[in-house]
């Protein structure tokens, strides 16, 4: 049989993309390549810690390296696709090392967090494949699953963990609820033309949601405020899920890219230097620059499609209800193809939240879902964590930074921050067939990881505003 890597290497050879493939649609010796090259990355990563082939070295880069980290919202594309691809890479040269064999081409698959069935996932609704602690290796025996959990150099340094407490965990109970809205809201992106709407729609939206579902609360994580690794920046990427699911981000950006193929894209961009020293206008054609593609085919259909691969010769309120805040917004006209509500100056908070959006509803509450009618939109923020303190790295006083630093303002100086949250099908549902309304009122709720109502003022932001489009 062929497999993923012996498949990618012969199209390397023939001057042919290599592919990446749906997690679920891989073969069993597929998945054991994969297993078998996290691993081997681990591995690494204990020989020296420090070495860029290592899984440590990687996973630090994301909110732990003050020098490397991402802090720009406009990047936040291009910032993760040079990110995976770099990780792709050394995932490749781990399994390569570990099976001494030069002929691979592993591609990373891609998670996609907007299916279920109960054949291939947990009752949690994550993939078997990522969610048991062990799994039985060829020789029959009972072994670690890299796929499940890794060790978190952010737990072993920051927070002084030792033992079991080292490796990464994940409390996903509100995520399986959440998988048909993820659906919808990733439909509802691919239609948006504008690349900056659609990149701050993914972010703050769908890309936001795993992260904070995934990760979770618990009161027996050891990590500031019972979080798992998943739900803030500064520890998520150690978690082996987080490249699977930023794969899956990367591919529903290619997606746009097939729709949308002569959007402009803001030239501060392109010009854009981000991890790995890669500029932002070699990142935007993925197939030519990158020489990668997705495919949403086995990969036995692959192999068929390339034809001669295997011949290839040498790519608040009141009392009641006191964590629900009103907003009064005015008058609405209908006629809009999109509705945001603005969030001005919003603080990012360091614990991750949801705030969802309900229309003349103040008895919402964590039991009002998602298929409520009032149901407008949510916004998913991605809390930071408890920040490690290197000089200038997250917030520093600006009586500190030098009148003339020239490093740009880190994302959690919130003076130059504006959430959006897109409020555009809720709205029309409730204006309905009339021409306007008079008066408008949003109610805003503010819930944590456990799906738990928090106090309205857990999130600080200066005001908000509703603005309408007449187009997209």
């Known amino acids: 049989m062929t497999t993923v890597a012996k498949l990618n290497y012969r199209r ?17 010796e597929d998945v054991q390549d994969l297993r078998d090259a996290y691993a081997a990355m681990y591995e690494i990563s204990e020989l020296a810690v420090g070495d860029k082939r290592g899984y440590s070295a990687l996973a630090r880069a994301h909110g732990y390296d003050q020098d490397l980290c991402h802090d720009l919202d406009w990047a936040f594309l291009t910032w993760h696709r040079s990110y995976v691809y770099s990780f792709e890479k050394a995932l490749n040269t781990a399994l390569k090392w570990k099976r001494e064999d030069p002929d691979l081409e592993l591609t990373l698959p891609y998670w996609d967090w907007t299916q279920f069935k109960t054949s291939t996932h947990a009752s949690n609704g994550l993939p078997k494949l990522l969610n048991e602690l062990t799994y039985t290796n060829a020789d029959g025996e009972e072994t670690d699953n890299p796929l499940a959990r890794a060790k978190s150099l952010y737990r072993v340094i920051s927070q002084g963990l030792s033992g079991d407490e080292e490796f990464t965990r994940r409390y996903p109970d509100q995520f399986r609820q959440n998988i048909p809205v993820l659906k919808n809201e990733v439909d509802r992106y691919l239609t948006n033309p504008s690349f900056v709407r659609f990149q701050a729609d993914l972010d703050r939206g769908a890309h936001g949601a795993i992260h904070v579902f995934v990760g979770g609360q618990n009161s027996s994580s050891p990590l500031p405020a019972n979080s798992g690794d998943m739900s803030r920046v500064i520890s ?29 894209i803001p030239q501060i961009i392109l010009d854009h230097v981000v991890y790995d020293s890669r500029i932002g206008s070699d990142l935007i054609d993925h197939e ?18 390339t034809g001669t691969v295997d011949t290839i010769t040498p790519k608040p309120l009141s009392a009641g209800v006191h964590h629900v805040k009103e907003l009064s917004l005015g008058g609405v006209e209908a006629g809009f193809v999109r509705a945001q509500l603005d969030f001005l100056r919003l603080r990012p908070p360091k614990n991750s939240f949801e705030i969802r959006a309900y229309i003349d509803n103040p008895g919402c509450n964590e039991s009002t879902g998602y298929d409520d009618p009032s149901f407008a939109g949510r916004l998913m923020l991605f809390g930071h964590g408890q920040c490690h303190g290197a000089p200038g790295h997250c917030n520093p006083s600006l009586a500190t930074r030098d009148k003339y630093d ?11 921050t504006r959430y959006s949250m897109d409020v555009t099908s809720g709205l029309r549902r409730y204006i309905g067939r009339k021409k306007s309304i008079a008066h408008l009122k949003i109610h805003l709720l503010i819930l944590d990881c456990e799906n738990q109502v928090v106090a309205s003022d857990s999130i600080q932001y200066d005001g908000c505003a509703l603005r309408t489009f007449a187009k997209g």
Request: include cysteine; glycine fraction near 2%; charge should be neutral.
């Open 12 to 28: 390397k050879q023939a001057g042919l993309p290599l592919i990446r493939f749906n997690l679920l649609k891989l073969n069993p």
């Open 236 to 264: 998520a990427s150690y978690d082996p899920i987080f490249w699977l699911h930023h794969c899956m981000v990367d591919k529903i950006w290619a997606d746009w890219q097939t729709l949308h193929p002569h959007t402009n």
């Open 288 to 305: 030519e620059t990158l020489r990668y593609i997705y495919s949403e085919d086995s990969v036995e259909t692959a192999v068929a499609d």
């Open 406 to 416: 020239l490093r740009s303002k880190h994302a959690l100086r919130y003076v130059h």
